[in-house]
């Protein structure tokens, strides 16, 4: 099973409420890739806005070009990106070039998006957003698996469109699905399917991938050919910074993580190895080097068990 990292690219993921530096999230994905994990994402929004307040995020494809020509090794996820923010095509051309950059580490995550403040901020519609995601991974995967699409749907379309130089035609394609529809398309277009925000695996978990699965029997597909992948958080209160240290302190009840010891936690992964997850990818609670250096104990005593 590989693990992954979420670097900090938003206000909430640092040590402040500030959003992180560019230096600093490159210092997460060097941290990361020293640590031995596998792969390292983004999150892709605009902005966040709940109850008033607005908080921001760095734009995730220009974030991961960078951390492309920073690190060597690690593969480049997204989780994902929200294909109603850029054009099909387009978006299709930038994961190409992308790929190229990294020489082949790049997993292109996609998904609807759901935040609709961020859509109406930056004028794109919020209607139909599974239509279009539709539309668009139909022309998305086309256009990476052959070179070429010429597509005609009710919300996107392209004519002709050619890929020149070519995508490498095996681009892994992640969709994050958990509700029927999703479902039947990750069933058709996705290598792998993402479900989050877990601890350890639980009924939840279960239920929508018995759902995935027969989803892929409708689509004449083995269960077995799609690799599931699993959002995990992993917490340190202990490296938190204090309440005086200028971030807002959280007022929703704490979300499932793992959370502990080395030990504790690397039993937390090989619970979800046990059930056939193919990648963990964490966000990490501080999202700090000192966290990744912590994490990446518990990966080298998860690996060594396995």
Request: charged share 25%.
């Amino acid at each position: 099973m590989q693990v992954g990292v979420v670097l900090p690219i938003s206000h909430k993921d640092g040590m402040t409420d500030s959003v992180p530096t560019y230096p600093e999230i490159r210092e997460v994905a060097l941290a990361s890739e020293a640590a031995g994990f596998d792969s390292v994402w983004v999150f892709d929004h605009l902005l966040f806005r709940f109850d008033g307040e607005t908080t921001g995020i760095h734009e995730a494809w220009t974030i991961l070009t960078a951390i492309a020509e920073a690190t060597r090794r690690v593969k480049l996820g997204s989780i994902v990106m929200c294909t109603e923010f850029r054009n099909p095509g387009l978006l299709a051309k930038m994961a190409a070039t992308l790929d190229h950059v990294s020489d082949g580490r790049l997993i292109l995550g996609l998904g609807c998006g759901w935040h609709d403040p961020e859509y109406d901020a930056f004028g794109y519609p919020t209607d139909h957003k599974v239509g279009r995601f539709e539309d668009s991974v139909t022309i998305i995967h086309e256009l990476l698996r052959t070179g070429r699409s010429d597509h005609h749907g009710p919300f996107h379309e392209v004519s002709d469109a050619v890929l020149v130089p070519p995508a490498r035609p095996d681009i892994p394609i992640l969709i994050a699905a958990k509700r029927p529809r999703m479902l039947e398309l990750a069933a058709r277009y996705a290598d792998a399917w993402n479900l989050a925000w877990f601890g350890r695996p639980d009924d939840r978990f279960a239920r929508v991938r018995g759902e995935l699965e027969d989803a892929c029997r409708s689509a004449g597909r083995e269960p077995a050919s799609m690799e599931i992948t699993i959002g995990v958080t992993v917490r340190y209160p202990d490296l938190a910074p204090p309440p005086d240290a200028g971030r807002s302190q959280p007022q929703d009840p704490p979300t499932p993580a793992l959370t502990g010891s080395a030990q504790e936690v690397a039993d937390g992964l090989a619970a979800h190895a046990a059930v056939g997850v193919g990648h963990v990818i964490a966000v990490v609670e501080p999202c700090t080097p000192a966290a990744v250096e912590r994490f990446g104990e518990a990966l080298a005593l998860f690996r060594a068990g396995s």
